[in-house]
């Protein structure tokens, strides 16, 4: 049996910036050596606005802290004439470990759809840096054809032409992110375990049992452990409860 490492994700959308970063990452690093270890490990991992990442890159190296970070987004392209975006190579250059791509803002903000999200992960990948795929419907989604079938849909188009190797997948719903209403955890693993589904059928079952797959939308403290304890929830995706480094780090060892 595979055994799966939880990830703990702070996706800290446009908000503190690369001073507040330093701030933020020493009070989480310092908050994580201190904390209990009630339940077993997870990574944590935290994803700051570009202008953010060189400071935390310093700070992480230098103070040898247990902590992955990210970029929020991830062109699909190498280089060229693309004003504004961010290449992979950059982000593996900063090491980050990670990029979250095909974030519900993207898609409702920026009309990004599947197979641009399919690309952006295969750039990712290209150069070893992980893609967190996010993926969820919407309330109306969920009216008119169940929690599963639009995130199922999702991911099977994603995967359809993404080369193999590690991929991350965040289970959002988007009527859960930033509403303060969660899924409840049934809900979660429901759907989870339904995303599993997919991913072996597109890639095999030994893909599937390996790869993590995430809940996120209004996680904090006080929920976390219920998630955790589904069998095909792996970790969290977390925005606004990220902001706090005590939350955060309370949140990355499932204690309340
Ligand atoms: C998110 O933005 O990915 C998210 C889950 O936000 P929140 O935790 O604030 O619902």
Known sequence: MVTRTPLIAGNWKMNLDHLDAIRVVQKLAWTLQDAKHDTKDAEVAVFPPFTDLRSVQSLVAAERFDLAYGGQDVSEHDSGAYTGEISPVF????DCQYVLVGHSERRQIHGETDELIGRKSAAALRHGVTPVICIGETAEDLEQHGASAV????IRTILAD???GDVVVAYEPV??????QAATAE???EVCA?????????RGAEAAESTRILYGGSVKSANIAGFMRQPDVDGALVGGASLDPVEFAAISRFTH
């Open 91 to 94: 982000l593996a250059r900063l």
């Open 151 to 154: 995130p199922v849909q999702q």
């Open 162 to 164: 993404l080369p193999a």
């Open 175 to 180: 009527w859960a992110i930033g509403s303060g």
């Open 187 to 189: 809900q979660a693993q």
């Open 194 to 202: 339904a995303i599993r589904a997919a991913i072996a059928d597109v």
